[in-house]
């Protein structure tokens, strides 16, 4: 029963990872469902931030002189099983963004907007799995998406959604879990943009997770990057004489984001509760900011 128990709450774990819109997480998880097995992980997460990086250099508020800016996510994830190596994935938020001191923003001309932002679909397949003498079992994957501004929202301003760039990304990931259920990830991941109003900079997005699962509980802590191949500097000159705020989008934009998460089963499996905690550590052109989330994890199959 305790070993039933536990691959039940295995296959539960691949959900943790975008269960939560947090931006600089990385997209994909090591974890594969079963053959038919579906997992729906509504969320919501909130996050704030008074601090912000102009360049490299952290500064007090944010761009436009708006005080502290908070949003409000409501996300819908889900994750079925096509076969015990292949899996579809799609992922859907609702944010509402304001500015805490009313400020409206100098190009939208409101203090706050809502709406939905960009849907995104994974196909993730496992490449090889094998049993390493001593270790554990090893595990290599990759993973191809496209991610579809589908809101019709604004992408110029600070307090947009999102860039409003259509987007494909192409992950691969190695998975090590021990006899003991230890576990360490490691991903890295090349995004590719478009959009036909701006030039919005191709990313590359890489990370380490590691983590620990019983019959009664996850967690796992994870270091996320993302690395911008090019882009402007918010304050130069080049970034003034292309707009201003209504250049955002075509921003360098990296940062470092630290995730704590922890998934508990409270229900045979079929229902459990999450909750997450990121931390933006450093980073360029983007938000020095917190959020929290939870979340509810259900599998219906």
Known sequence: MLHKSKKSLLETLLVLCL??????????????????????????SYKQYDRFYRGNELTDGNPAGLGAISSYIVNLYGEYGITNWLSASLNIPYIFIESENGEPDPVQGTSSV?????LSIFIKGRILQK?????GRLGLGTAVGASIPVGNYEAEGVLSLGNNANSIQANVLAQLTTN?????????????KD????????????????????????????????D???????????????GGP???PQTEVDYTNLNLNLYIPVYKNEIGVSTAYNHNLDGRNFNKETSFSFGLVYKPL
């Not at 809502?114 to 960009?118: A, P, R």
């Open 246 to 248: 209504r250049a955002l």
């Open 228 to 242: 911008s191949m090019d882009g402007l500097d918010i304050g130069t000159p080049e970034f003034v004489e292309a």
């Open 195 to 226: 959009n036909s109003d701006f030039d919005v900079p191709n990313a590359q997005v890489y990370g380490i997770k590691i983590g620990y699962f019983n019959s009664h509980f996850y967690t796992h802590v994870q270091l996320a990057v993302q």
């Open 114 to 118: 809502e709406g939905i932002q960009d």
């Open 19 to 44: 269960s939560t819109p947090i931006v600089a997480q990385t997209e994909v998880s090591g974890f594969y469902p079963q053959k038919n097995e579906l997992t729906i992980a509504p969320s919501y």
């Open 180 to 192: 003991v259920n230890f576990f360490t990830e490691l991903q890295y991941g090349y995004s590719l």
């Open 131 to 135: 049993n390493v003498k001593s270790l």
